[in-house]
């Protein structure tokens, strides 16, 4: 099937677009769409074992601010900038070399899936684990990044059901606000995330507040009026209610189940190992909606 998507983001459309077309004639022709994409996400990765190197267990920036060096959250938003343009422009390297296939879109989405867990795992450094004055218990973390995973699901359902993706507005902000972050924070210290940032709320929870207000508000509402419109043009993909709800059962049930077990486990095992269990919550959601 033609790949199809829709952006309707100002932030994209004005500001992103027109720097990507510029960065896009830079590149030479002979370099492979998949070699852009699959470079955006080893620097996806290398942000996230630096951090994990310095602060494996998110304690890092919050009992002894200055366990991480300035010059790594610098490192930070260089390769989150690098890592959000090589994602940008490699459909537009691919349409420049004629190279577009169903496998390159399998891979973007691929990595896409698999970086959208990271890029939020990495995040966590920033305003590290609650220590009783300052920073976000584990169960936070787990609700922030199940929301942020749920977000991404839901554009590519929608994708299933209408045929058409409709890149989420979310997508673009939270680069940009996680560059501003690592930006922020390389500048002036980890100090600034342990400060009230308006009316007593901390700026973690402003971000939290912002991102469950995004969700519930915009990215959702705006899926389901998506594929209701499709409907009403028959131009829907599916054929039954059953066929189209069919992809939402496997990431719900695994996350059901990843509930249950943070919950319930004997050995509190998000508490005891948040980076690993929040990583393999990652994966495994890569897993599955990659099927999707």
Same mark, same amino acid.
């Given at each position: 099937?033609?790949?199809?998507?829709?952006?309707?983001?100002?932030?994209?459309?004005?500001?992103?677009?027109?720097?990507?077309?510029?960065?896009?004639?830079?590149?030479?022709?002979?370099?492979?769409?998949?070699?852009?994409?699959?470079?955006?996400?080893?620097?996806?990765?290398?942000?996230?074992?630096?951090?994990?190197?310095?602060?494996?267990?998110?304690?890092?920036?919050?009992?002894?601010?200055?366990?991480?060096?300035?010059?790594?959250?610098?490192?930070?938003?260089?390769?989150?900038?690098?890592?959000?343009?090589?994602?940008?422009?490699?459909?537009?390297?691919?349409?420049?070399?004629?190279?577009?296939?169903?496998?390159?879109?399998?891979?973007?989405?691929?990595?896409?899936?698999?970086?959208?867990?990271?890029?939020?795992?990495?995040?966590?450094?920033?305003?590290?684990?609650?220590?009783?004055?300052?920073?976000?218990?584990?169960?936070?973390?787990?609700?922030?990044?199940?929301?942020?995973?749920?977000?991404?699901?839901?554009?590519?359902?929608?994708?299933?059901?209408? =045929?058409? @993706?409709? *890149?989420?507005?979310?997508?673009? +902000?939270?680069?940009?606000?996680? #560059?501003?972050?690592? /930006?922020?924070? !390389?500048?002036?210290?980890?100090?600034?995330?342990?400060?009230?940032?308006?009316?007593?709320?901390?700026?973690?929870?402003?971000?939290?507040?912002?991102?469950?207000?995004?969700?519930?508000?915009?990215?959702?509402?705006?899926?389901?009026?998506?594929?209701?419109?499709?409907?009403?043009?028959?131009?829907?993909?599916?054929?039954?209610?059953?066929? =189209?709800? @069919?992809? *939402?059962?496997?990431?719900?049930? +695994?996350?059901?189940?990843?509930? #249950?077990?943070?919950? /319930?486990?004997? !050995?509190?095992?998000?508490?005891?190992?948040?980076?690993?269990?929040?990583?393999?919550?990652?994966?495994?959601?890569?897993?599955?909606?990659?099927?999707?």
């Amino acid at each position: 099937s033609q790949y199809s998507a829709v952006d309707t983001n100002p932030l994209s459309v004005y500001v992103m677009q027109p720097l990507w077309d510029k960065i896009i004639k830079i590149v030479p022709l002979w370099i492979a769409p998949n070699v852009l994409t699959f470079s955006g996400f080893v620097m996806v990765l290398v942000n996230y074992f630096l951090l994990s190197f310095y602060d494996w267990d998110y304690t890092a920036s919050g009992t002894s601010p200055g366990l991480i060096p300035s010059w790594v959250w610098f490192f930070s938003a260089f390769t989150t900038f690098c890592a959000y343009t090589l994602d940008s422009i490699d459909g537009k390297q691919a349409r420049r070399t004629q190279s577009s296939s169903p496998l390159g879109e399998l891979f973007d989405h691929g990595l896409d899936s698999w970086a959208t867990s990271i890029f939020v795992l990495s995040f966590f450094s920033v305003c590290s684990r609650d220590n009783g004055k300052t920073g976000v218990s584990v169960y936070t973390m787990y609700l922030y990044l199940s929301i942020v995973l749920f977000n991404f699901l839901c554009s590519h359902w929608e994708k299933y059901n209408t =045929g058409v @993706l409709f *890149l989420p507005w979310g997508y673009d +902000l939270s680069q940009v606000v996680l #560059i501003a972050a690592y /930006l922020l924070t !390389g500048a002036v210290g980890v100090e600034v995330w342990h400060k009230p940032f308006l009316f007593g709320y901390y700026i973690t929870d402003v971000l939290v507040i912002l991102l469950i207000g995004f969700s519930l508000f915009l990215s959702f509402p705006q899926t389901l009026y998506n594929i209701h419109r499709a409907r009403l043009k028959r131009t829907l993909k599916t054929g039954s209610l059953y066929e =189209g709800l @069919l992809p *939402l059962v496997s990431p719900l049930l +695994l996350f059901i189940l990843l509930t #249950i077990w943070v919950v /319930l486990s004997p !050995g509190n095992i998000l508490a005891k190992q948040p980076r690993l269990f929040l990583w393999t919550v990652g994966v495994a959601f890569s897993n599955v909606v990659v099927s999707i």
